[in-house]
């Protein structure tokens, strides 16, 4: 199976925003909620940073949501 290129399908404000609300998750899952509850938290948290430092979005590409313009 070949494997495919990931490009850019975020926006730089929806990158922006992914990333201010993942800190805001992450920062509270690690320092505010207790246990697991805490821990997933933080792990959402880091997955939208995570996706919005690259700019690419699995769950947008299989929903085939682009909020990148093509230039």
């Not at 800190?23 to 919005?52: E, H, I, K, N, Y």
Request: glycine share 12%; aromatic share 2%.
């Amino acid at each position: 199976m070949a494997a495919t290129r990931m490009r850019c399908n975020l926006s730089t404000a929806d990158r922006t925003v992914r990333i201010a609300a993942g800190l805001v998750l992450a920062t509270a899952g690690l320092v505010l909620v207790r246990g697991l509850p805490g821990l997933a938290l933080a792990l959402v948290g880091a997955v939208l940073v995570f996706s919005g430092t690259i700019g690419f979005c699995h769950v947008h590409r299989v929903l085939g949501i682009r909020t990148l313009k093509d230039r």
